[in-house]
């Protein structure tokens, strides 16, 4: 089975540091998707970045990196210059990547506070 | 297009009552998804849909939850005889079946559920 685990309940970060949101996972499929998603107060999860279990390279999406590492089954997220509207849960995804298989299995999030 | 809609997007019941939320995807959109997330957890998966078909349900969907798709666009998730533990944030998603593997899921804003 699927495993997403975020050790982080909590992250205070002051505005325009770089910042690195921890996520491991655990499966047994050679071919799976890293995702991570931000989900502000109004309750939406937005889609920030991923990462395919055979892509070669780390992806980037702006101010979001992904650096993953796949002999340690790690996906940490870094947001660098970080803003205030930073502030919110982010959570690490997984999903299988063959035909049929659909479902994203999610972490416990990490709630991140930008601080002025 | 303005994404995908979640209606109501609050709902308190009492104990025992049954409810119902709609989703209406993104329009081109073939997939459907349907998840819970308590609070301080991440979302869990309850089911999806392609087109019409509903092609996965989660353990989570007791015999009291039931969800539709007809016709292929709009869906909705009814919970009958309303529990406390029901009481959470329902996410509906949706994605195309073809495309790059990273992308395509839209959430929309969630549908808050308390059980009095």
């Known amino acids: 089975a699927q495993k997403i685990t975020q050790t982080q309940p909590g992250m205070f970060v002051q505005e325009k540091e770089a910042v690195t949101l921890d996520c491991t996972y655990d499966t047994s499929d050679q071919s799976y998707g890293l995702f991570w998603y931000k989900q502000p107060s109004s309750g939406e999860m937005i889609f920030l970045i991923y990462?395919?279990?055979?892509?070669?390279q780390n992806a980037t999406e702006g101010r979001y990196s992904l650096n993953f590492q796949k002999a340690r089954k790690s996906a940490n997220l870094v947001i660098s210059a970080s803003q205030l509207g930073d502030s919110a849960m982010y959570f690490c995804?997984?999903?299988?990547?063959?035909?049929?298989?659909?479902?994203?299995?999610f972490g416990q999030g990490t709630r991140l506070t930008i601080n002025p | 297009d303005t994404g995908v809609s979640q209606d109501p997007r609050h709902k308190i019941t009492k104990r025992g009552q049954n409810v119902t939320f709609r989703c209406d995807p993104i329009?081109?959109?073939?997939?459907l998804y349907w998840y819970r997330q308590t609070l301080g957890q991440g979302p869990e998966f309850l089911t999806y849909f392609q087109n019409e078909a509903q092609l996965e349900k989660s353990r989570l969907l007791s015999d009291r939850f039931s969800a539709e798709r007809p016709k292929g666009s709009f869906s909705t998730l009814e919970i009958q005889r309303t529990e406390q533990g029901d009481s959470a944030m329902y996410l509906c998603a949706s994605s195309l079946s073809r495309g790059r593997k990273g992308y395509g899921y839209t959430f929309g804003s969630g549908t808050r559920l308390t059980v009095v």
């Open positions: 329009s081109e959109h073939n997939r």
């Open positions: 995804a997984m999903r299988e990547e063959k035909q049929g298989a659909q479902k994203l299995v």
């Open positions: 990462q395919g279990s055979y892509d070669e």
